[in-house]
């Protein structure tokens, strides 16, 4: 979790004056699209971890780091002289050499595809040469998509299939053979689904037509460690998720407006430009108007450089909150809030960055999500501070903003945890001095998921996530009224 404690060590203490942080918005706004540019990477799936690796271009060649390939697939461990890199994974002994492409494995020799490389004690073999170079270590079939950097280890893949159900107004109902958590955007005729952490493979065929003249086609692709799937037609689309995250169910939003449902599914987040606080409604519904809708900051902690808690040796806080947003997002839209997330990608964000684009966007909620390996159940707390009574006017001092919304924060969490163990989390609420929440200027909690009784299996669990994402959804719900828009 790594809370950062002490608010009065900040060294610009003082006021918060609204109107003074748009610089730190345009910043937000920016930062994906400068990350995304330079982002090349190959997408590992296995059945003990998935996870990705920059991909290094040397010599118009792109080459990978051995170690960081294997390292959460078994025990492995390397040595360096600067010249012969020497590597032992599990029982497995192998040598290579600085600039040379024939090295030997397990006293066998292995013919490189171009030469290997030592940088800084890191040994860098070509990805053209995986294919052959991985079944000599591991024991299971492998299959590297070269072209779209995307390697499979064992039988891991998720198939999806289509079933148009065209009645008027038709559905097509999208099924996969394990949950997934893709991002979903969406534009004039087509949505857009992309599976970064998903090894989503091909519905059989690139490209499906349908004999339909709203759903008109579907179309698979990937590249750069990333599966999408479009779905093109000649309305605007909306998708909404099953509880288990196995079936997307897609239908022009006129259609599911005149059904009377309130899903608004994971709604646009289009890539080059995420929802900020300062846009809002970039990340509510693209089909509701409603401005009574309660706004819901969801801030996944951690992010980028800032891995938070390792929960293992391969999996970090980071990922884990971003997957538990997602699911969350997805629980309060279908309960009707308009839901911005403060990011949906990995993306580093300082407290006050994310204290200020909470106060700047008048939100109803703030919640904050963590996880972490240690306890069981799911941890809610809520400021430390005094409780100030309101009408300071509009200066409230930075490191105290969240003293006037405290009782309504502490009956918040006291809710979530009613609702939790409903849903069977061993679950308690207590107070922490910890940021941002001192800094938000409304009521605001933060959850930290622990496991149940499968360790860190839980923690990654959709359906694990999804349980907890409901309860605090429904608790959130339950005292919609009282969340009006602050200030
Ligand atoms: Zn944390």
Avoid at 28 to 49: C, F, N
Avoid at 330 to 341: D, N, Q, S, Y
Avoid at 405 to 418: G, H, K
């Amino acid at each position: 979790m790594r809370w950062l404690l002490s608010p009065g060590r900040r060294r610009n203490s003082g006021f918060w004056v609204p109107g003074t942080e748009y610089w730190v918005l345009l910043l937000i706004a920016v930062l994906p699209v400068a990350v995304r540019a330079e982002d090349k990477h190959i997408s590992v799936y296995s059945p003990v971890a998935i996870y990705t690796l920059p991909i290094l271009d040397r010599a118009g060649r792109e080459y990978v780091g051995l170690l960081e390939l294997l390292e959460p697939l078994g025990r492995v461990s390397s040595q360096s002289d600067g010249r012969h890199w020497r590597l032992r994974y599990n029982a497995l002994d192998a040598d290579f050499t600085a600039g040379k492409s024939q090295g030997k494995i397990h006293g066998r020799d292995f013919n490189f595809t171009a030469p290997f490389l030592i940088e800084n004690s890191r040994g860098l073999v070509p990805l053209t040469s995986l294919s052959a170079l991985l079944p000599r270590f591991l024991r299971t079939p492998i299959n590297f998509r070269e072209p779209a950097r995307r390697l499979f280890i064992g039988d891991v893949a998720i198939q999806p299939s289509f079933r148009l159900d065209s009645a008027n107004p038709p559905r097509l109902l999208l099924t996969f053979t394990a949950p997934v958590n893709p991002t979903i955007s969406t534009e004039p005729g087509r949505l857009r689904m992309v599976f970064k952490r998903d090894p989503v493979v091909s519905p059989g065929s690139q490209s499906i037509s349908f004999d339909n003249q709203v759903i008109t086609h579907a179309s698979y692709s990937e590249s750069n460690g990333d599966a999408e799937l479009d779905v093109s037609a000649s309305e605007p689309l909306l998708a909404t998720f099953s509880p288990d995250r196995r079936t997307i169910t897609i239908s022009p939003i006129a259609s599911a407006a005149q059904a009377g449902t309130t899903a608004n599914g994971p709604t646009q987040q289009n890539p080059t430009q995420p929802p900020t606080a300062a846009n809002p409604a970039a990340s509510g519904a693209n089909t509701n108007t409603n401005s009574h809708r309660i706004l819901a900051i969801v801030d996944p902690a951690h992010g980028g450089d800032e891995r938070g808690a390792a929960l293992s040796d391969t999996l970090a806080e980071k990922d884990v909150t971003l997957g538990f947003a997602r699911l969350l997002r997805h629980e309060l839209e279908i309960r009707g809030f308009a839901v911005t997330m403060l990011r949906d990608a990995d993306t580093a964000l300082t407290l006050d960055q994310r204290a200020t684009a909470t106060n700047l966007a008048r939100a109803g909620i703030y919640i904050s999500l963590h996880a972490t390996s240690q306890g069981s159940g799911a941890h809610v707390y809520t400021s430390l501070l005094p409780v100030e009574t309101p009408s300071k006017g509009i200066f409230h001092p930075w490191n105290a903003a969240q003293a006037p919304a405290l009782p309504l924060s502490r009956i918040v969490s006291a809710a979530i945890v009613t609702e939790l163990q409903k849903k069977d989390f061993a679950s308690q609420s207590s107070s922490a001095s910890l940021r941002p929440l001192n800094n938000v200027s409304m009521p605001a909690v933060a959850v930290e998921l622990a496991p149940a009784t499968n360790g860190l299996a839980d923690l990654t669990s959709a359906n694990y996530q999804q349980r907890a994402a409901a309860g605090i959804a429904d608790a959130i719900a339950s005292i919609r009224d009282r969340l009006g828009v602050q200030q």
